[in-house]
């Protein structure tokens, strides 16, 4: 059992800030058995839906050969396919080999001066961070729950002269949600930056009423120029090997992007998942399966938060960060997860910004939600005895 | 007929300097009959070899899916396994989304002050040039059948102070080739330059041996830390729209563009495809099919030099630039080709670099090439006769 601890902690160890994919676990230490993936943050059931579609498309259609061989459309005519769904006007829409091909376009080409980042957040935001850029961070707090005080934050962007600022929402690792109204007084109030950067990728997850209808904040881009909005698909669809993603901002921003590059940054495949994304009657199904997951994840975040010795931080994303029992280490906490119960949650042990020991555990399927529980159940119930 | 032509005149001026996609023209002319896409420069053979793994491996064992779903390895993870079969340190290979990917790269952060780009050439090379770059250019001649003078060309950027150079060994559109003696010359006498950019994306249509041996100059890499070689795969087994590329360059180049990005640039379809292309078995597979391919292509750049009335250019390429009978416009010869023989070539006439009227007609399978030669021999007749 501790020779798979060393292995995990030396794949740990080259994988940067992020941890190591499932794939690299399952090839490099075979013996281990897992059974749920609750690192990765997706709907499942969207998954389901996606590949259905691909398989009676392109599969029994034998067309997959078609989507793999030839060059793909340009980067502007998947903008305009996209659109239609969008309902934001081609000129505004930069697709993305993921979303990460757009947060790096944007802090390398637009971000100079200052950046504000949150802390604690996804680390790519600093990491990728230009020479020309100082970062600085701003914190939440434990004592806060994680939360975003609105007014604290704008008062900290202004009392620094800082220029540009990046925001997930909900953020990453915990969670939390800036409402529209919210929303709408921060981009209000920070109408004089060069950047405002807000990352949606789980915005999918989120809702603000008893319809579960999607929110989101991309129609502000004909208001806002400053406004930057980043979308992962990965997360929505559990379609990471695909990448795929996209970003809204001013369209001056994109002929700039356009001019010197990303002309085929879109494959095949890809280009495939946003057509069949853009249409009507994949949209109503879409919608089934969205508002299923949040139910299925509204359950799970009951009952996880449910369980004795543990925190779980209020979240409106399909993840939770969660501390763990006083005096119980966040690693040795994931490894009996893993090894113990074949359940793979994130280790925050690596996070900047989080004092104290917690880990981020992804919603998934009913039944994989009820395994993960019963695992952390145990484990800190043992973790509580010893 | 004529309204096709316009339709196809309208995507043409849309797509910039490339072609319009087979895909763009079936989906936006649907009556016009495309039976050979020899705009499309890639061995089918490889193809059909590429995609009946993919359907033992992922199809038919129902693995497709984990491809998909989740996050793919990191970069450096997919070099370290492309280093096998490259036979080249993993430090020095950055795998690209697509060839394009390591040029915007190599132009965006390495290439400062002069650029020397030799025309006709793939137009990414002086359209991605930053702001910082001032790009010159070296021109081919008609009169010495566009075949490159090594010792002037060495000279001009000499005496015009250059420091960094591109070059696409064998060169798009014309298929002149660089053999490796010569190349040698080349960096030696250029070791001072800031960066040597080697496009070697049609290099495995080469030779220089009866054997037919594969050609590189991968390893030159070791001794000339300026050398950045480019490589797609698309042409060599015609995976265009699965993106994938690389570039071998010197390991502190690398390092600083993963420092600050690309992270997850490579799908996990792309992911498969270079573990496959890294295995033992399927190189020598593949080494058959690159064969079987270079001795179809040297039987078809015969035929078509037999066709009267219109002259093909030296070529070590799948590909051959066809000047066609004078008094005849570029644009009509490839409509005509197209809409009378639902053959698809490149219409140079936005070639910058190329005086007079040029097509580009790829290589395909032996039948398909010969439905080429039969379309271009009937539509020079006519044009003879008209």
Redesign the interface.
């Known amino acids: 059992m501790n020779t798979i601890k060393t292995k995990i902690k030396k794949l740990k160890e080259v994988?940067?800030s992020?941890s190591p994919?499932?794939?690299?676990l399952i090839n490099d230490i075979p013996q281990l058995e897992i059974k749920v993936?609750a690192c990765?943050l997706?709907n499942p059931y969207a998954?389901d839906l996606f590949?259905g579609h691909?398989e009676e498309d392109l599969?029994k259609k034998n067309r997959?050969?078609?989507?793999?061989?030839?060059?793909?459309?340009?980067n502007k005519?998947i903008s305009a396919i996209l659109s239609k769904s969008l309902q934001v006007n081609p000129e505004n829409i930069f697709v993305g080999?993921?979303a990460?091909?757009v947060i790096?376009a944007v802090?390398?080409r637009f971000v100079k001066k200052k950046l504000c980042v949150i802390l604690p957040t996804f680390s790519?935001y600093y990491?990728?961070?230009?020479d020309e850029t100082e970062v600085l961070y701003y914190h939440l707090h434990k004592e806060n729950k994680f939360e975003l005080d609105l007014f604290d934050y704008i008062k900290f962007v202004k009392d620094n002269a800082i220029n540009n600022i990046v925001l997930i929402n909900p953020n990453n690792p915990n969670g939390g949600y800036i409402p529209k109204e919210q929303f709408h007084t921060l981009i209000e109030e920070l109408k004089h930056l060069d950047n405002i950067i807000i990352d949606e990728s789980f915005i999918h997850f989120a809702y603000e009423d008893v319809d579960m209808f999607q929110v989101s904040n991309e129609e502000l881009i004909q208001n806002y120029p400053n406004l930057v909005i980043v979308k992962s698909m990965?997360k929505d669809f559990?379609?990471?090997?695909?990448?795929a993603g996209y970003g809204i901002m001013a369209s001056n921003k994109i002929e700039q992007l356009l001019?010197?590059?990303?002309?085929?940054?879109?494959?095949?495949?890809?280009?495939y998942f946003f057509r069949l994304y853009s249409s009507r009657e994949f949209q109503k199904q879409y919608d089934v399966v969205r508002k299923k997951y949040i139910m299925n994840t509204l359950m799970f975040l009951s009952e996880i938060r449910s369980v004795h010795s543990i925190t779980v931080y209020p979240s409106k994303a399909n993840f939770a960060l969660v501390e763990i029992p006083e005096g119980f280490n966040s690693f040795d906490f994931t490894m009996d997860l893993l090894i113990d119960h074949g359940v793979y949650v994130r280790d925050c042990g690596d996070k900047v910004g989080l004092d104290g020991d917690f880990i981020r555990v992804a919603s998934r399927t009913f039944e994989e939600n009820l395994e993960i529980i019963n695992a952390i159940k145990t484990v800190s119930q043992l973790a509580l005895i010893n």
Do not use: C
Not at 127 to 130: G, I, L, Y
Not at 238 to 243: E, M, W
């Open positions: 994988s940067g992020h994919s499932i794939a690299t993936d990765f997706s998954t590949m691909l599969i997959l050969r078609d989507v793999l061989e030839f060059y793909p459309p340009q005519d080999n993921g990460i091909e790096q802090l390398h790519s990491e990728f961070a230009n990965s559990g379609v990471a090997g695909l990448r001019k010197t590059g990303y002309l085929w940054n879109i494959s095949g495949l890809t280009d």
